[in-house]
């Protein structure tokens, strides 16, 4: 089968585009930043159109929330049929029942074998704000722990919670205060689990016994590089926890929701949350976030302590109901985990040509190729955004992540079609041969 895209009609950014940037950047503040300058006029399962007329491969699925494809078909026809009905009430002055259905939904889904509760809200900020103010009511305690190089959101109390200071924090201090950061057992910079804890243990010794509500964990990295945490590391925080009272949050808004192979990302490590943490994936682009957990600890913040005027808006809530019915089809996470195959079987040969090829790794449709120096991984985000602009310029869309800006992070739709996915990974791994073969010239 040809695969007819990308097709390019202009260079990118054409000149539609370039206008269009220009008279935002007249009208947008320049602390917004933008991958690609590209402006889109509609998409497909696997592929933004812009406006003009490029079609570009998907490789970002705006930072894994159109999952299920930025156009799908059931999103459409729930939310276009409540944008009939109405848009708004707000949950917290009259009720409506998609609200309703997709706590249930979550509260059956959610890991964990105990009775729980969900509260919906607009952001993944918004969502870990929640869960440390619940967790405080919960426990009485002030502190949160988080992890290197973690990644929870721009607000006040999550860019604090946040690792990396470029550009989330540069300027823009001073921060929460009571935030404690702790390693990540981290396999590639050489940090292994059991000192990861042991250092956990002292942190948690040092502060006292009432001094943490609340320890924060993505099961996969998101911004902070796709780092997969080594196995045992996750178990270990459980345990941990649970030995000094502390409310375990996983913040799977990037890795929930299927994109990981499974349902959820902590699943694969046999790691319950008390309370766990859903975004991005959830609205297929219509904001919704939601946080869900331990019915005794959900409960714990008083009545009209929790809220929002969008918190749960009915359009995103149907948004949910419907990615849903595309997670609840038996046949999606088989399929994801062919992604993953795919994806490994085109960027694993890389790994052993080229000596800048750091790393490969991730789960699902959630992987990502790091690069740095063979001798002292010494990062190099030159060459993650020299291979990045060339991907671009050859109608590929693909994100940059991790603390050194070193890692390409691979977040295609789930539903992207095989023989697109195949494409995309030419363009890319093409991409990378040409610039770690100069990069290895230029070292030589
Ligand atoms: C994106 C993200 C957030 C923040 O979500 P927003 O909707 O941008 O506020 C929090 N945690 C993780 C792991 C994320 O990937």
């Known amino acids: 089968m040809t695969v007819d895209l990308p097709r390019l009609v202009t260079e990118i950014p054409g000149p539609r585009s370039r206008e269009l940037h220009a008279q935002r950047s007249a009208a947008v503040p320049h602390g917004f930043g933008v991958t690609l300058p590209v402006f889109v006029e509609r998409a497909t399962d696997s592929a933004l159109e812009d406006v003009d007329g490029n079609l570009l491969i998907d490789f970002a699925s705006g ?19 409540q944008l009939d009905r109405f848009t708004h009430t707000c949950f917290m002055v009259t009720e409506y029942e998609s609200f309703v259905r997709v706590a249930e939904w979550l509260n059956a889904h959610v890991p964990g074998d105990f009775d729980k509760r969900t509260a919906l809200f607009s952001t993944g900020a918004e969502a870990v704000e929640n869960a440390v103010k619940i967790a405080r009511s919960y426990t009485g305690r002030a502190g949160v722990l988080v992890v290197d190089e973690a990644y929870h959101g721009r607000s006040l109390l999550t860019m604090s919670m946040t690792a990396k200071v470029h550009p989330y924090k540069t300027s823009f201090g001073p921060f929460a205060p009571e935030v404690v950061r702790v390693p990540n057992a981290n396999p590639l910079r050489g940090v292994g689990v059991d000192a990861a804890l042991v250092e956990l243990e002292r942190v948690v010794a040092d502060n006292g016994p009432d001094a943490f509500a609340a320890l924060v964990v993505e099961p996969i990295q998101g911004e902070g590089g796709f780092v997969v945490p080594e196995p045992g590391f996750l178990a270990g925080l459980r345990r941990i926890a649970d030995e000094h009272g502390i409310v375990l949050v996983i913040d799977e808004i990037q890795s929930g929701l299927g ?39 959900m409960d714990a913040a008083h009545p009209g302590g929790l809220g929002g005027t969008y918190a749960g808006n009915p359009l995103a809530c149907e948004a949910a109901l419907a990615v849903f019915e595309v997670l609840e089809d038996p046949a999606l996470l088989p399929r994801v985990r062919q992604v993953e195959t795919i994806i490994r079987r085109s960027l694993e040969p890389l790994q052993l040509e080229f000596d800048v090829v750091a790393d490969v790794r991730g789960r699902g449709a959630m992987m990502a190729v790091e690069f740095a120096d063979a001798a002292d991984l010494a990062p190099r985000a030159d060459l993650a ?10 109608g590929l869309l693909t994100l940059t992540c991790g603390t050194y800006g070193n890692v390409i992070r691979l977040l295609p739709p789930l539903v992207i079609d095989f023989a697109v996915l195949e494409r995309g990974l030419e363009i890319l791994t093409g991409a990378i041969r040409a610039t770690a073969s100069d990069a290895g010239e230029a070292a030589a």
């Open 385 to 394: 955004q020299r291979i990045s602009v060339a991907c671009h310029a050859a």
């Open 63 to 81: 930072i894994a929330v159109t999952s299920v494809g930025a156009s799908n078909r059931r999103v459409r026809e729930r939310v276009s049929a």
């Open 259 to 297: 994109r990981t192979g499974a349902m959820f990302a902590s699943e694969q490590e046999g790691v319950v949350g008390d309370i766990t943490l859903t975004a991005k994936a959830l609205g297929a682009g219509l904001p919704i976030s939601a946080v869900t957990g331990r019915t005794e600890i």
